[in-house]
């Protein structure tokens, strides 16, 4: 019974993560990782910093928008 609930938490997780990614909310982690691994030693974006450069970047180049 142990092992059926801990797969019944995997998949929530894995469920969780990809609806998350889906609606973009994981982009900053994203950006983190991204950021660690390519400019190493520079302090990165704020998470308030990096969602209003975002934005900006969307309003600036809306045809990749659905919306």
């Known amino acids: ?3 059926a609930l801990e797969r019944a938490r ?3 997780h894995g469920f ?3 609806f998350k990614g889906m609606m973009g909310e994981n982009a900053y982690q994203a950006y983190l ?4 691994r390519t400019r190493p030693g520079t302090a ?3 998470e308030r910093e990096f969602w209003r450069d975002k934005t900006d ?9 659905c919306c």
């Not at 990782?33 to 660690?36: G, L, P, T, V």
């Not at 970047?57 to 928008?65: A, I, K, L, S, V």
Request: charged share 30%; hydrophobic share 25%.
């Open 1 to 3: 019974m142990n092992h």
């Open 16 to 18: 969780v993560w990809f």
């Open 10 to 12: 995997e998949g929530w």
């Open 33 to 36: 990782e991204h950021h660690r």
């Open 44 to 46: 990165p974006m704020t």
């Open 57 to 65: 970047r969307q309003d600036r180049n809306p045809e990749g928008r």
